[in-house]
T-cell receptor
Framework: KQEVTQIPAALSVPEGENLVLNCSFTDSAIYNLQWFRQDPGKGLTSLLLIQSSQREQTSGRLNASLDKSSGRSTLYIAASQPGDSATYLCAADPKNQAGTALIFGKGTTLSVSS | DTAVSQTPKYLVTQMGNDKSIKCEQNLGHDTMYWYKQDSKKFLKIMFSYNNKELIINETVPNRFSPKSPDKAHLNLHINSLELGDSAVYFC????????????FGEGSWLTVV
């Protein structure tokens, strides 16, 4: 059964630093890998979706990579800002079939200090 | 214009009560979900409906009953509430069963006392 792990659980960095958040999954049979952001008291906002056939996706200062063979994805945040402080969750979408849904990691809580 | 809206946002209730959380999406999506986020922030699927039909029903106590009157609505009814039901419940929707971006509501904070 698919399991998703995120390391580290929490990360504190000074403003301006580039950083990498890690996500690993146990079953490479995925349809896609998605990254979300969750602010305190709020829902999840989709950041990036990487299809299984893709290696990476970029949106502004965010770049997500996917290596299915090793069961890993990374979210790179360039030039971090205090507004990036949030919990970042990755989720694996199992192979396209009925009876499946996104399987989430427990998230990495990022704090960017000014 | 809220894409996925759920009500109430906060709910405090006593053990043994029955309560409902409502969800509506205006994105025209076919698939809707209920997720539960526990005190350790772990987010786990509970139910999923596609075009009003139940397609995912995870190991959830049968005190939880979803209802989808149409594909834009997915409500969650909980009978005989227990302390352990305290959590944040998120509604979400997506264009199809899988392979798509999923859109979440802002959550309903349920506290059972």
């Amino acid at each position: 059964k698919q399991e998703v792990t995120q390391i580290p659980a929490a990360l504190s960095v000074p403003e301006g630093e580039n950083l990498v958040l890690n996500c690993s999954f146990t079953d490479s049979a995925i349809y896609n890998l998605q990254w979300f952001r969750q602010d305190p008291g709020k829902g999840l906002t989709s950041l990036l979706l990487i299809q299984s056939s893709q290696r990476e996706q970029t949106s502004g200062r965010l770049n997500a990579s996917l290596d299915k063979s090793s069961g890993r994805s990374t979210l790179y945040i360039a030039a971090s800002q205090p507004g990036d402080s949030a919990t970042y969750l990755c989720a694996a979408d199992p192979k396209n079939q009925a009876g499946t849904a996104l399987i989430f990691g427990k998230g990495t809580t990022l704090s960017v200090s000014s | 214009d809220t894409a996925v809206s759920q009500t109430p946002k906060y709910l405090v209730t006593q053990m043994g009560n029955d309560k409902s959380i409502k969800c509506e999406q205006n994105l025209g999506h076919d698939t809707m979900y209920w997720y539960k986020q526990d005190s350790k922030k772990f987010l786990k699927i509970m139910f999923s409906y596609n075009n009003k039909e139940l397609i995912i029903n995870e190991t959830v106590p049968n005190r939880f009953s979803p209802k989808s009157p149409d594909k834009a609505h997915l409500n969650l009814h909980i009978n005989s509430l227990e302390l352990g039901d305290s959590a944040v419940y998120f509604c979400a929707s997506s264009p199809g069963i899988s392979g798509n971006t999923i859109y979440f509501g802002e959550g309903s904070w349920l506290t059972v006392v």
